[in-house]
Each structure stands twice: as C-alpha cells, then as structure tokens.
C-alpha cells in the first residue's frame, strides 16, 4: 500500500472543522457489511478483505443464515463454507480461515468472540484491521482500521501522511478530537469510497475540500 504524493500535514484546527463537518453531514455513520451478530461480524470482516462489502454481503446472506454462531459453522464443514463463499475471491483459502477460527473461538473462548486486540489478532485470518474493525463496530472502542480507502484519504488530505497503514492510524488516533473519534474510521472509509476516489477524486462535490491539502482540486466534469 504505496503512500501517494506527499502532501504538507493539517493543523489540528483544520482536522477538528472536517470531522465537525462529516458529523454535520451524517452523524452516526454506519459501515456496509451485513450482519446479525459479533461472531457473523467478525466472518464478514474476515472475507471482505480484497472484496467489497457488496459482494461480501451476497455471499454471506444463506451462510448467515445457515451458521450465525461458532457452533453451527464447524459443524457446516469447511467444503460447505467454500461452497457458500465461491463468488468471493480467496475463497478457499477464507473459508479454512473462518472455519479454523470458529473453532478456535469454542476451543479457546467459549464460543465466544474477544473483546481485545491481542485474543482477536490470534485468530486464523483476522489481522490489526480486521481487529480494529470488530472493535469499533461491536464493542464501541475509539479505533481507526486502515483500508486503502482510508489511507488514501489520510494522505491525500494532509490529515495523516505516512507511508504505511500503520503509521496512518497512528497519526489519526493523535490527531482527531476524542468526541469523534468512535465514527472517524467509517466517515473516512465512506469519504474515500465514494467521493475521494483512487483515480478520480470528486473534489468538486467534497465536503471538505476548504481545508483538503490535494492538489490540483478535480473539477466539475465537462456537460454536467
């Protein structure tokens, strides 16, 4: 995940009127997975990676629906979750990992899924983003998960330049204001999904455009 062209830092100031600003605009923001549970949260997690959540979703609707906690997917079988999840790319290799973790969650936790970086980074599949994702959505703590959305947004912005993932995060936790920071992680995700966009930001229609360092602002396309 290459960081893209280096951009001077954000004031704190600045980072404190764009967060006003995404909380003006949609206060309680809320992620695109589906799911009925922490333990089916934690799976959809687990098989977005290099996927969307739209594609994720399709997938997971029967498998749900068919096996909400740790118990009922072991007993599915991993050939039965692959069969589940084959239009997701990775898919063998994700349907071992949600297996092995669901037992792993009724051998190590009682079925249960931990509410702790260190137990949820133990699991098969599950890595710091993933964690953080569980974290944030379930369990309500102040995290920040890094997908490219996001560090592209940080860069971009000035509001986290850094070259890797976790050096973004880093930054972010310093640097946004503690009242926003429960909702920081999908404000950003979604800006960067659907307005900050990889190859071509919308930079005409950004909400935080007077404070974004990017340069040069994208304009309103040609006969719209």
Known sequence: MAATKKVKGLPPADVESIFARFHEIEPEPKGELDYVNVFTLL??????????????????????????????????????????????????????????????????????????????????????????????????????????????????TGMAVAATPLAVEQKLLKIIPAQYMLHAHHWLILHGRYVCKARKPECWRCAIREWCRFEPKTPLPKGS
């Open 43 to 156: 799976v959809a997690v687990v098989l977005s990676a290099q996927a969307t959540d739209a594609g994720v979703n399709k997938a997971t609707k029967r498998l749900f629906e068919l096996a909400p906690s740790p118990t009922a997917m072991v007993a599915l079988g991993q050939a039965e979750i692959e069969n589940q999840i084959k239009t997701i790319g990775l898919y063998r290799n994700k349907a071992k990992n949600v297996f092995l973790l669901s037992q792993q969650l009724l051998d190590k936790h009682g079925g249960d899924v931990p509410n702790d970086r260190e137990a949820l980074e133990a699991l098969p599949g599950v890595g710091r983003k993933t964690a953080n994702v569980v974290l944030n959505i379930w369990f309500k703590q102040p995290t920040i998960a890094v997908d490219t959305h996001l560090f592209r947004v940080g860069n971009r």
